[in-house]
């Protein structure tokens, strides 16, 4: 009976300080702040491929040994740049023989005038001689050609690949002997849905990332958009154009590229001051009788740490942004300042 006793005793004294101690705990300490407008913008993120703004494999018009070339590797060539040149001298010796017939059939032709002047010629034998200079010469520009066609020529200005053929090789007709690119700017292709196709046009923005270059940014415009959607991916193919300022990107490189569209201001408030229950989200606010209120909101965008409330709350209204967490519905809150900021004070 005396265990008992000092049991019941011992039991009713915890209470009694436990009831104290709830009695004498201070209101939860928070931070209020007014909501601010912020900018948010819809982003998708796709994958593209670069290519090059043009691009073209030069190769041998015919059958030939190369005698000499005129360019190195990665080197950047002119428009119009000597790039190979293929034995000729057959070729050669044909012009110098077309353009002798020529210059005979021409002089045949000035005496045979002279004679239709003069009354010793018929207009059947000027007309013969006429045609007769006038297949001389086409034969003649026919052999120069043929040695031009010998002499291969940079199409563009720009780059040009590793050179893979030497002087004194044999290439027949359609051979590589080089890959010219212009990457002044790069063309950079991708896929979007075609349910995005009423949120992107012609001359947007967007921004695209390299592996390559993770700290950097590379801003194009969308150049055109592919009228046929594939059938298969249900997916449209846009086409971009990006400066390429130092050469950075090349062709063949993975980038990602994020299309932003749907700029508009909204409230935002930080994630921190959201509360969810489901599909539900709540703010704070604290009234003027010191007490927490719980207000449903809701919510849309993101931009990093904030999230754009559609409705529910508008710029200006206060709300708690830390310490929601110990906050419940009527419960008396003592308001503090920001980090950084001045002392507590109790909420009026």
């Known amino acids: 009976m005396r265990n008992l006793i000092s049991f019941m005793a011992l039991s009713l004294l915890a209470a009694c300080g436990d009831s104290d101690e709830r009695r004498?705990?201070?209101a939860p300490l928070v931070t209020v702040a007014p909501v601010k407008s912020h900018l948010f913008t819809d982003n998708y993120v796709a994958v593209g491929t670069a290519n090059a703004n043009e691009q073209v494999s030069v190769r041998a018009p015919v059958t030939e040994r190369i005698t000499k070339l005129g360019f190195n590797d990665g080197a950047?060539?002119?428009?119009?740049?000597?790039?190979?040149v293929l034995a000729q001298g057959q070729e050669t010796a044909s012009l110098a023989s077309a353009q002798a017939r020529a210059r005979e059939a021409e002089q045949q032709l000035a005496r045979v005038a002279e004679l239709h002047r003069r009354g010793f010629a018929t207009n059947a034998s000027l007309d013969a001689q006429t045609a007769t200079a006038a297949a001389a010469r086409a034969a003649a520009n026919e052999a120069n050609a043929s040695i031009s066609d010998r002499v291969?020529?940079?199409p563009f200005s720009g780059v040009v690949s590793l050179r893979r053929i030497s002087v004194g090789a044999v290439v027949t007709a359609g051979d590589e002997i080089a890959t010219v690119s212009d990457i002044g700017s790069i063309k950079l292709d991708f896929s979007v849905p075609e349910t995005m196709l009423a949120s992107v046009k012609v001359g947007q923005s967007i921004m695209a990332r390299a592996a390559a270059f993770p700290d950097r940014h590379f801003e194009g415009r969308i150049q055109a958009i592919d009228p046929v959607i594939n059938p298969q991916t249900r997916a449209a193919t846009?086409?971009?154009?990006?400066?390429n300022r130092g050469a950075l990107l090349k062709p063949g490189m993975l980038l990602n590229v994020t299309i932003s569209?749907?700029?508009?201001?909204?409230?935002?408030?930080?994630e921190l001051a959201l509360i969810r229950e489901g599909d539900q989200s709540f703010v704070y606010t604290v009234g003027k009788d010191g007490k927490a209120k719980r207000l449903p909101v809701t919510t849309g965008g993101r931009d990093g740490t904030l999230v754009e409330i559609t409705d529910g709350l508008a710029a200006g209204d206060r709300i708690v942004t830390e310490g929601v967490v110990k906050l419940s519905e009527g419960a008396t809150v003592r308001t503090g300042p920001q980090r950084g900021g001045g002392p507590a004070k109790s909420a009026k």
């Open 24 to 26: 004498e705990r201070p």
């Open 76 to 84: 950047f060539v002119q428009r119009g740049q000597m790039l190979a």
């Open 152 to 154: 291969v020529r940079a």
């Open 261 to 270: 569209s749907g700029a508009r201001t909204s409230p935002a408030v930080p």
């Open 238 to 243: 846009l086409r971009a154009v990006l400066p």
